[in-house]
């Protein structure tokens, strides 16, 4: 579905959620540990989400899902920096029920953008915010701009980060061909 089969962006946003709220809460939560942590971060990503609201071009594709997997994880990472960096005092441990189930894989959807066997293992051994950046631009093809606004960084630092990662990937790629002897 196409952004303009909604009336208003309230619509669409709602669609968006109804669709991927789930596979946002599994993502949250396989990162927090925590079921209510994790609903908060799907709130956040939501809010990120809707200031992007202009890159989703259909809510159907891979490359709308994978953009608000990749804001949700990021979000959830943030939130778990800044929480390890508070200060923290329990007064009594508590007892989490799972409620959203299972174990998520964070990387279950890099194989879906198209890249070879060899180029998805390469990957795996890339830091997750380099092969975040490398999928987005050659996954989805989103510009340098859009992928600065989408994980609110510079976009000098995503030219920079996609450099640093290219230059990486093809070092792992020569290490792998040394290794067998090609």
Request: proline share 1%.
């Amino acid at each position: 579905m196409s952004p303009k089969d909604f009336e208003i962006d309230a619509d669409l946003i709602e669609a968006l959620f109804l669709r991927y709220r789930k596979t946002m809460q599994r993502i949250a939560n396989a990162i927090v540990k925590d079921v209510h942590e994790a609903d908060d971060i799907v709130s956040l990503a939501m809010i990120k989400i809707m200031k992007n609201i202009g890159k989703i071009d259909n809510i159907d594709t891979d490359r709308c899902k994978h953009f608000i997997m990749v804001i949700t994880k990021n979000t959830a990472l943030s939130e778990l920096s800044k929480k390890k960096n508070r200060k923290t005092v329990i007064f009594a441990p508590t007892e989490m029920v799972n409620i959203v189930g299972g174990n998520i894989d964070l990387h279950e959807f890099e194989g879906a953008y198209g890249f070879s066997e060899e180029i998805t293992t390469l990957l795996a051994e890339l830091k997750e915010g380099d092969k975040d950046i490398l999928c987005l631009k050659y996954g989805d093809d989103y510009s340098d701009t859009e992928i600065s606004e989408i994980l609110e960084i510079k976009e000098d630092t995503v030219r920079k980060r996609l450099s640093r990662a290219r230059k990486r990937l093809g070092e792992i790629l020569e290490a792998e061909r040394c290794a067998r002897g090609l």
